[in-house]
């Protein structure tokens, strides 16, 4: 049984051919049509929405499938129903699962007693398919990715830097980390293990050589309100703002969205055509596609 939880779970060679499909899907959609017939997606969600949701919604639509939305905030889990027994029962009726939820440690285990492949939606250590999209945009841009430098700024804990990380290693991009040199802000070892991302404190340093400069959220799920204002002070020299910019005109800048405008990025770098962050959106869709039609083994024409 193959399942998505984290790109520690697939080789190179997977993850190459999954973005060379999701290409190939988007330049001939056609070819994928009804390739999921009579198929079903579970989507499990414990953290609210937008793009998760829909694309994975609309590409099962979209190759001939249906897709259930279940909302866990109503569900037994965890209250009258163990992991296991949830798992056990949701496999005798979805062809596959997806998943969005906090603890990483309950979708390995919702995978150990799955029979039908699990797809990570998002847990606190990893977000693989945001990962395979972003690589698939970049591919898309700059037509290759072995060499690409990569400047993720500010928050680097967080489940994105994780598998941002994880996929450069194994594709041959360089990952550089441009934040405040505190635990907090770094990439989790616990999550990426022994793989490796350069370090550079001063982001206007980070950025000069850069291929792509990409930021997130400064107040992921877990940060409590109240730690704002604090975490503004440290990381706001880390906002990707035209100043910044200015330092290298050629970088193209990515956000895995949702994005605080005024914060960890201005409108002026959101909006500048330099800006990719709508079609990287878009292509979680495509690179969910291929991710679907590889765990359940689907051909296409």
Known sequence: MKHLLSLNDWSKKE??????????????????????????????????????????????YQLGGHAIFYDLSHSTLGEKESIKDFSKVISRYADVVMARLYAHKDIEELARYSDVPVVNGLTDYYHPCQALGDFMTIKEKLGKIRGVKVVYLGDANNNVTHSLILEAQRVGASLIVSSPNKKEFLPNPAAIGKARYEYEKNPERAV?????????????????????????????????????????????????????????VTDEVMDSPRSIVYDQAENRMWSEKAILLKLLGAKIK
């Not at 997130?216 to 309100?225: A, N, R, V």
């Not at 005109?249 to 005024?262: E, S």
Request: with cysteine; aromatic share 8%.
């Open 15 to 60: 993850i190459e051919d999954t973005i060379e499909l999701a290409i190939k899907l988007k330049k001939n959609p056609h070819k994928c049509i009804n390739a999921l017939s009579c198929k079903t997606l579970l989507m499990l969600f414990a953290k609210p929405s937008l793009r998760t949701h829909l694309s994975f919604d609309i590409a099962m």
């Open 208 to 264: 000069k050589n850069a291929d792509v400069i990409y930021t997130d959220t400064w107040m992921s799920y877990q940060i409590p309100k109240s730690q704002e204002k604090r975490r503004m002070k440290f990381l706001k020299m880390y906002q990707a703002n035209g100043r910044l910019f200015a330092v290298n005109k050629k970088a193209l800048f990515m956000h895995c969205l949702p994005a605080k405008r005024g914060a960890e």
